[in-house]
């Protein structure tokens, strides 16, 4: 079934709106307002994936970008998510943060217009098995959770 955007003004009646390009298959991973742009991933579904090992399978991560919330354009499937299975995605000032596993490890990317992505380094989330992220839009709160037991992150979220 083909992915759509649905409205309304009070909650109570609904509208269905055009589907959404290119997201016929895909699953989405969360949603996040930036400044003047709404975000979503998408993991594609319906394939095989990829086999990276032999066994494993991994998917692409497409990322979705809106300015209106009802018209959405796919970018291209990002190299940097590439068989993440996203947990969390987060608008902070400057962009947006996900995180999620790839594999069985945890991930942490960043992006300033939600459709380029990049891995964010001096973070350790070696043991860690999942990662929630919270925004309250000037603070970022990362949880990982592992063997190790739980860390918390906290960070201004400012992508420089």
């Not at 996203?86 to 992006?111: D, E, H, K, N, Q």
């Not at 891995?119 to 839009?137: F, M």
Request: hydrophobic fraction near 45%; aromatic fraction near 8%.
């Amino acid at each position: 079934q083909q992915a759509a955007v649905w409205t309304s003004p009070e909650g109570r009646s609904w509208t269905d709106h055009s589907p959404i390009p290119g997201a016929s298959t895909v699953f989405f991973d969360g949603l996040a307002v930036g400044q003047a742009v709404y975000v979503t991933l998408g993991t594609a579904a319906g394939g095989p994936g990829i086999e990276v090992a032999p066994g494993d399978f991994r998917l692409p991560v497409v990322p979705f970008v809106s300015d209106d919330g009802l018209v959405w354009r796919a970018g291209p499937s990002s190299p940097a998510l590439f068989g993440a299975g996203i947990s969390s995605l987060v608008a902070v000032p400057g962009g947006f943060l996900a995180t999620g596993t790839v594999g069985t490890a945890v991930g942490l990317w960043t992006s300033r217009d939600g459709l380029d992505w990049v891995p964010v380094a001096g973070v350790q989330l070696a043991g860690a098995d999942e990662s929630r992220l919270v925004s309250d839009g000037r603070h970022v709160l990362l949880l990982v959770s592992g063997q190790s037991g739980t860390r918390a992150f906290v960070s201004d979220g400012v992508i420089r």
